[in-house]
């Protein structure tokens, strides 16, 4: 019964195993970038409604990068969302009508969002205590689609719930009533502020010859927020990790081999970037942090491809094959890193 729900998937030009390596690319740089962008933001609020002169200061270095930083993580998202559909588009597709009123919501909400943050930075000295109204709103608005994405990454999971749609066309079913839904939402959002802290951390220590109490305090602040919610989020990854499915959990606790490995990389990852957040070692709290949003993502990937596991794989997609379109496409791709490469680089220049 549930079968007949989901729709025929579409052929492919070359094999799965091309698409799956390039979403496992480049979703990890997205959530880095998303992740910079909501926990910066809620980093910022805070600044501003502790007040003082190095918050103030700290926060208008945060107003500064927001809105490039937002246009990185909108762009580096595009392509996974891409890869996705294209392995699992007779799910992500049906989740997304499921949905369709949020969905589409979440264009106008990022549009308001992403004005708020150029108003908080063109206009930050303007604002004076206005600011921190502005900012939190925008931070509320990220949350939101933080809250849609969510549950429709969950929904696309399960097919036993499309089924709703003959209760309720009008295109509002969610899945925040599944047991998971909490856990992993807070997850991800705890996991994003973590990161938003390394992130603040990294950007305080422009101009460090020049405003070094600014880069002394960014430092600080951000590895504490990386550690604490860091722990806090080992909490909500382990309740995560005790609702998904038992067949899920045991391939973890060593019934799949490749699934074992990711996850204790993971987590010695995960110590590793802790330990030296502690120590106050931003270079090495950086690269462990990165790691462990690579290696996290590995994780969600796999959890995905088990959830659907009974209904299809990857590897049943049709190949019809046609390279041109696929070379031409890898072609512009790595095109396009550079040129994001080139203008990360020269961000940089301009604001040291």
Do not use: C
């Not at 502020?193 to 405003?211: M, N, P, R, T």
């Not at 095109?335 to 940089?348: C, L």
């Amino acid at each position: 019964m549930i079968n007949n729900l989901i729709p025929n998937p579409d052929t492919i030009q070359v094999s799965w195993i091309y698409f799956q390596m390039l979403l496992l690319l480049t979703t990890p740089i997205h959530f880095l970038f998303m992740n910079a962008v909501l926990g910066s933001a809620g980093i910022a609020t805070y600044l501003h409604f502790k007040g003082g002169g190095k918050e103030k200061k700290l926060a208008h270095r945060i107003a500064v990068f927001l809105p490039l930083v937002i246009a990185f993580a909108v762009n580096f998202g595009v392509a996974p969302l891409l890869f996705a559909q294209v392995l699992y588009g007779q799910f992500l597709y049906t989740s997304s009508v499921l949905m369709a009123v949020f969905w589409i919501s979440i264009i106008v909400i990022l549009i308001i969002a992403y004005y708020l943050a150029y108003y908080y930075d063109f206009s930050f000295d303007k604002l004076g205590n206005t600011g921190k109204w502005i900012i939190l709103f925008s931070f509320l608005l990220f949350i939101v689609i933080a809250y849609f994405f969510t549950n429709n990454m969950l929904l696309m999971l399960l097919p036993e719930k499309f089924s709703e749609w003959f209760k309720n066309m009008g295109g509002t079913i969610l899945a925040s009533s599944d047991k998971v839904f909490l856990a992993k939402y807070f997850h991800d959002i705890f996991g994003a502020i973590a990161i938003g802290g390394l992130y603040v951390a990294l950007i305080s220590q422009f101009k460090k010859d020049k405003e070094g109490e600014v880069a002394e305090y960014g430092k600080d602040l951000g590895l504490k927020v990386f550690f604490y919610f860091t722990l806090i989020n080992i909490i909500f990854g382990l309740w995560q990790f005790l609702t998904i499915p038992s067949n899920i959990r045991r391939g973890f606790m060593g019934g799949s081999g490749i699934a074992s490995a990711v996850f204790v990389i993971a987590l010695i990852l995960i110590i590793l970037a802790l330990v030296f957040a502690w120590k106050k070692n931003l270079k090495y709290s950086a690269i462990f942090g990165i790691l462990t949003v690579l290696f996290m993502s590995f994780v969600r990937d796999i959890v995905r491809q088990g959830y659907l596991k009974s209904y299809f794989t990857p590897s049943d997609l049709k190949v019809v094959s046609q390279y041109s379109p696929f070379i031409f496409f890898l072609i512009v791709f790595v095109i396009g890193i550079f040129i994001a490469y080139w203008m990360i680089k020269k961000a940089i220049e301009a604001f040291n």
